[in-house]
Nanobody
Framework: VEPVESGGGLVQAGGSLRVSCKAS???????????WGWFRQPPGKQRELVAS???????NYADSVKGRFTISRDSARKMVYLEMNSLKPEDTAVYYC????????WGQGTQVTVSS
C-alpha cells in the first residue's frame, strides 16, 4: 500500500498550491488510527518532514513553513491535504505523504517548483 500524491506544479514566488494525498487502498481503521505527515525532498537533499496531523487533528509544522502551510485530513475520503501559501523558491521539492512513522511504501510524490 502506498499513498498517491497529486496537485504539484510550477508557481511563481508568493503563489499558492494545494497538494493532495490519497490513501484509498488503506483500510479506514488504519487511516483513522494513524498520524500523517507531509514530507519533502529538495534537489540534492534529504527528505524532511514539513507538517504533521494527528488522528485528533492536532497539527505541527517545521519552522520553515510555519504560518504559510496548512495540513488537513478527510477521514471519509482517506485524504490528506497540504495547502501552501506565500511559496518561496526554497520550497521547491518533491512532496510526499506517509504515516508520521513512515510505515507505508513511499509513493511517487508530486513535484512543486517555485520560480523566483
Amino acid at each position: 500500500v502506498e499513498p498517491v500524491e497529486s496537485g504539484g506544479g510550477l508557481v511563481q514566488a508568493g503563489g499558492s498550491l494545494r497538494v493532495s494525498c490519497k490513501a484509498s487502498r488503506a483500510i479506514t481503521s488504519f487511516f483513522n488510527g494513524n498520524n500523517w505527515g507531509w514530507f519533502r525532498q529538495p534537489p540534492g537533499k534529504q527528505r524532511e518532514l514539513v507538517a504533521s496531523i494527528t488522528n485528533a487533528r492536532s497539527t505541527n509544522y517545521a519552522d520553515s513553513v510555519k504560518g504559510r502551510f496548512t495540513i488537513s485530513r478527510d477521514s471519509a475520503r482517506k485524504m490528506v491535504y497540504l495547502e501552501m501559501n506565500s511559496l518561496k523558491p526554497e520550497d521547491t521539492a518533491v512532496y510526499y505523504c506517509n504515516t508520521l512513522e513512515q510505515t507505508l511504501n513511499w509513493g511517487q510524490g508530486t513535484q512543486v517548483t517555485v520560480s523566483s
